[in-house]
């Protein structure tokens, strides 16, 4: 298993992204950045991120992946309160 470093990207208006990063044993000073969809978040699942490390560590690349502002704001939250005809609403 790849050694993945925790991190921090802080946006100019303030805000706080925590990711990961990869860093290869020799580096080309080149690096992909992962950008999840609008509604996921980078933890998913760590197999694609070892994949893509492996991958990027042959060609000396660096590895990063974040969350971003669209992190769970598409996913709704279940509010059960038994007027709809499911009993619950978003």
Known sequence: M???????????????????????????GRAILWVHGLSGTFDGDIAIHEAFANVCEKEGWGYA?????????????RKLDGTPPKGYSY
Do not use: C, M
């Open 2 to 28: 790849k050694q993945f470093y925790l991190a921090e990207i802080t946006t100019k208006d303030k805000l706080v992204h925590q990711g990961i990063f990869y860093r290869p044993t020799n580096s080309s």
């Open 65 to 77: 992946a974040f969350h971003n502002r669209g992190r769970n704001l598409i996913a709704g939250i």
